[in-house]
């Protein structure tokens, strides 16, 4: 699995026109799964999001995590963080997870978060759907977390 995470002031999700879900300060969340991904490796991924300490401290210093700063969380399903670009000009999405598993691993990783921070500090977009997601990144700062390799290796940034 992939978390593109970015540290945003705002964070919304809109789709047809509706806003679905909103965040003040926090993390967006674009979550890839690929094949071969678990449901423990969406816990894993979900713990790591939490205790990653990328908010600044009173001296200035990226050492505050989304629950210190009492932050909340978009995640938006993004199966293209799993496009393959290295022949041609068309990506390729071998790799990515297929609909249904990914669905279930997606919603995994959602619920991880909801058991750690509450159901109001972690908002959605709609899995598979268009959406219109817009991100006032705070920094910025953008890390990806991944757990390719597997559990048994080191989740790695």
């Known amino acids: 699995m992939k978390a593109l995470i970015q540290r945003v002031k705002r964070g919304s999700v809109t789709?047809?026109?509706s806003c679905i879900g909103e965040i003040a300060q926090?993390?967006?969340v674009l979550l890839g799964v690929r094949t071969g991904d678990t449901a423990e490796d969406a816990r894993i991924l979900a713990q790591r999001t939490i205790k990653l300490r990328?908010?600044?401290d009173a001296q200035d210093r990226m050492n505050r995590s989304v629950e210190?700063?009492?932050g909340a969380i978009l995640v938006i399903s993004q199966f293209t963080?799993?496009?393959?670009?290295?022949k041609g000009n068309r990506p390729s999405f071998i790799?990515?997870?297929d609909p249904d598993v990914a669905r279930a691993l997606y919603e995994e990783y959602v619920a991880a978060l909801r058991r750690?921070?509450?159901?109001?500090?972690?908002?959605?977009?709609?899995?598979?759907?268009a959406m219109e997601v817009e991100i006032i990144n705070d920094g910025p700062v953008t890390l990806m977390l991944t757990t390719d390799g597997g559990v048994g290796r080191r989740l790695s940034m």
């Open 15 to 17: 789709i047809e026109g």
């Open 26 to 28: 926090g993390y967006v």
């Open 54 to 56: 990328i908010f600044p």
């Open 68 to 70: 210190d700063v009492h």
């Open 81 to 86: 963080l799993y496009a393959d670009t290295r």
């Open 95 to 97: 790799r990515a997870g």
């Open 116 to 129: 750690e921070l509450g159901d109001t500090r972690v908002q959605t977009g709609q899995f598979g759907a």
